[in-house]
């Protein structure tokens, strides 16, 4: 296409940068179409609609390159990975990696870009955050304690065995040291997790109105309107409490039967998923502690000893750290760099400071 009266012909450069822009576009929506595949209701017309939002800004790149628009381009390594991972696995790391993407977006920066695409991503980046959330609480509670159990497994029966591995007792009671170590933690994690979501979950539930109430609101006085002080003990003023309570009594005054005005309807979803349940918390728990306090002992299990056993050790728990720490960045929209690094810079801190007490304690009594 010939440039009309008054415009400019692209550079290369500029061509080379807008045929990306497109595919990087085309890539983005293709993610947000896969991952609405995976949905119904709500969550897959927002996504349909991010799709559509990705597509107009296509549109805006195929104008500019007009007749240099070129073969199809591959979308960024990381758009591509995004869509790999829509297609196989809809999951919340998915949206969380898509709100980073978003949050990367270059159009502010770029003459060539509109002001409302520019704004359109970081509307996005907000919009992928909301679902992200959605997901992050559904899983929040059980992945909470599957994060901290391993996290604990690696570190404390690595750190146990080191120390007693210091002290130059034989690898058989290393070895044992080691798995009492892993009962014992995972158990006492189990049983902790169990008390602790429980509890929180019961003092959530005795906030919640009690459901008996609702019956009883078409036969209070208007006069006295006890209904007040129920809004004034939530946080309301007393003129707010008044007015709002007034207000409840008289639909319920003219309706034909009560209505819910001081508690809900139950219902249709636990109120309180984000906490987790206890038996969930519980068995994640014991599980995931259990599989991070095993690395530190293969090495023994398989026959190893001294200085070799304790190298293997801690390269598999410094592996499992890293990973451990990626998976929270991710999920947490952080960078997953370091959030890996910093999980193990203090696992592998805390292990070191019992290997160091170890030779020590190991010096004094030989």
């Given at each position: ?27 983005e ?13 709500e969550?897959r ?7 559509d939002a ?25 758009t591509r990975f ?30 060539d ?22 997901g ?7 992945f ?16 146990l065995?080191?120390?007693i591995?210091?002290?130059g007792?034989p690898a ?32 959530l ?6 459901a ?13 309107n ?11 003023s007393e003129?707010?409490?008044e ?6 009594l ?8 009560p209505i ?11 109120e ?7 038996t969930g918390a519980?068995?994640?728990?014991f ?29 598999l728990?410094g ?15 952080g ?17 070191a ?10 010096t004094?009594?030989g």
């Amino acid at each position: 296409m010939t440039p009309g009266p008054g415009e400019r012909t692209p550079s290369t450069r500029e061509i080379r940068r807008w045929r990306q822009y497109l595919a990087d576009e085309q890539a983005e929506a293709a993610v947000y179409r896969d991952l609405a595949n995976r949905r119904a209701g709500e969550e897959r017309q927002i996504l349909l609609a991010l799709a559509d939002a990705e597509g107009r800004h296509e549109e805006h790149w195929r104008q500019l390159l007009g007749s240099n628009i070129g073969s199809p381009r591959r979308g960024a390594l990381r758009t591509r990975f995004l869509a790999l991972l829509a297609r196989r696995f809809g999951s919340v790391f998915v949206l969380a990696l898509a709100q980073r993407a978003e949050g990367r977006s270059p159009y502010n920066a770029d003459a060539d870009a509109t002001n409302a695409m520019a704004a359109d991503e970081t509307v996005h980046e907000e919009v992928v955050r909301g679902l992200a959330a959605r997901g992050r609480k559904r899983l929040s509670g059980t992945f909470r304690a599957a994060v901290f159990g391993v996290n604990d497994g690696l570190v404390s029966n690595l750190a146990l065995v080191l120390g007693i591995g210091a002290t130059g007792v034989p690898a058989a009671t290393i070895l044992f040291t080691g798995i009492a170590g892993l009962l014992a933690g995972a158990l006492s994690m189990g049983a902790g997790e169990y008390v602790s979501v429980r509890s929180q979950r019961e003092l959530l539930e005795a906030s919640t109105p009690a459901a008996p109430a609702k019956s009883v609101l078409s036969h209070l006085d208007l006069a006295a309107n006890e209904l007040t002080l129920v809004y004034r003990a939530r946080g309301m003023s007393e003129d707010e409490a008044e007015a709002h309570a007034r207000g409840v009594l008289a639909t319920a005054y003219a309706a034909t039967g009560p209505i819910s005005a001081v508690s809900p309807q139950a219902p249709t979803h636990d109120e309180h998923e984000a906490i987790g349940t206890g038996t969930g918390a519980a068995l994640s728990s014991f599980c995931f502690f259990a599989s991070g306090a095993l690395l530190p002992v293969l090495p023994y299990l398989f026959g190893m000893s001294g200085y070799a056993a304790i190298i293997v050790a801690t390269i598999l728990v410094g592996v499992a750290l890293l990973a451990t720490g990626a998976v929270v960045g991710l999920l947490s929209g952080g960078p997953p760099l370091k959030r890996a690094l910093r999980q193990l810079v203090i696992g592998l801190g805390a292990a070191a400071v019992t290997y160091l007490l170890g030779l020590v304690f190991g010096t004094t009594l030989g």
